[in-house]
């Protein structure tokens, strides 16, 4: 038997002996689904994922989760699509259940809508900022034995018909090439993963900047209900958060004037503006790849959809993706096109909302006073309100 001395040339057996093993560990250690974002979108992915056995890694570009909260509402569809992972208990435990959503004009009342618990749901609405229930998701897929890898950027991908294959930049300026069977980008409205991709992003953008404030609010406005103000250059929207403290936003030059006439304001906890989009990614998935939540679609925050339908991404794509790795390819092509469907008719929709809502140009604003009102007390055009803020508008199918 031939030796081998501690002076081992690159031919000898031992070093091949060395690669092999590293090449199994990189295979056995390689997960099945590389998910890009650890926003709500793709924290949810990662946990319905691993709750069916698939191996996931789920990478982050910020060092520690935000305490900001631009949601603020979980709906009926997604509390019914994470009840059995116990975290829908957990956030209607935490937060407080919306009884319905008035609409003022002049300083008073012209339509109320009242969210029943007849739309076949579990839970009503329930107002938690997005922060907790980002928290309370990272929190039961840590109990899946996974975590969120801060600090990790992915740059580019490739891929091909066995696997993904993702360059990610770590803090440290050290890359990496990462290799798995599937990739689910949640990266957000930026989104790395779609640029990769090339796909196209369009829709259109509203000229105006909305403000938003989270502010100390004593108002005669009922606490257990949102509250749409019709202001003359534009709207307010107004929902308590916790005790005294309540969300505003509004896109005219003072939104803030509104309250005063109907109440004393107090401390601002967080002030912000940011411009409204309204866009849908030109595919939901390429091959291997897929996308959910911003990094598919953006809209306004009226009708509360944003993290709710990002969510809703999530329960199809993990429905989807488990049936593609178990020898069902085709099921990936399903996730595209039926989310992809879903995408375009929710952002119409809550596009045409939020033209009519916010006012501009002068004769919108004149069919918003005159119309809405009236529109509301019809019951078709109340149920579709109900339905539009549940979630429910359309049917949640994880099949074509």
Sequence with gaps: MRSVDAGATPTDGRLWVFQALEWMTMVS????????????????????????????????????????????????????????????????????????????????????????????????????????????????????????????????????????????????????????????????????????????????????????????????????????????????????LQDDQWRVIGNGNDPLAALRRIGSLGVVSWQSQFHIGHRVAAQAGVGRVALGGDAAHIHSPLGARGMNLGIEDAYVYADCAADALAGDPARLHDYAVLRHQVHKAVVRRIGAITQLVHGRPPWLRWMRDEVVPLAGHLAFARQLMLRTVGGLDHPLKTRP
């Design 29 to 240: 250690t390689r997960p099945a689904v590389l998910i890009a974002g650890a926003g709500p979108t793709g924290l949810a992915a990662a946990l319905l994922l691993a709750r069916r056995g698939v191996s996931v890694r789920i990478i982050d570009t910020a060092l520690q989760p935000s305490m900001y909260s631009k949601a603020l509402a979980v709906n009926s569809r997604t509390l019914e699509v994470l009840q059995d992972t116990g975290v829908s208990d957990c956030i209607v435990a935490a937060g407080w259940a919306v009884q319905g959503a008035s609409l003022h004009q002049h300083d008073r009342v012209v339509l109320q809508f009242d969210l029943p618990t007849t739309l076949g749901v579990r839970h009503a609405m329930t107002v938690l900022p997005q922060a907790r229930t980002e928290a309370m998701l990272a929190e039961a897929l840590q109990a899946q034995g996974v975590s969120v890898e801060r600090g990790v950027t992915l740059k580019t991908l490739t891929q091909d018909d066995a696997q993904v294959t993702a360059t990610l930049q770590h803090l440290d300026g050290r890359e990496e090439q990462a290799q798995s069977a599937l990739l689910f980008g949640a990266d957000g409205a930026h989104s790395a993963v779609r640029e990769a991709l090339g796909l196209d992003f369009a829709g259109s953008n509203l000229a105006e900047p909305w403000s938003l404030w989270d502010l100390q609010l004593h108002t005669s406005l009922d606490p257990w209900r949102a509250h749409i103000l019709f202001e003359p250059d534009g709207f307010v929207f107004v929902l308590r």
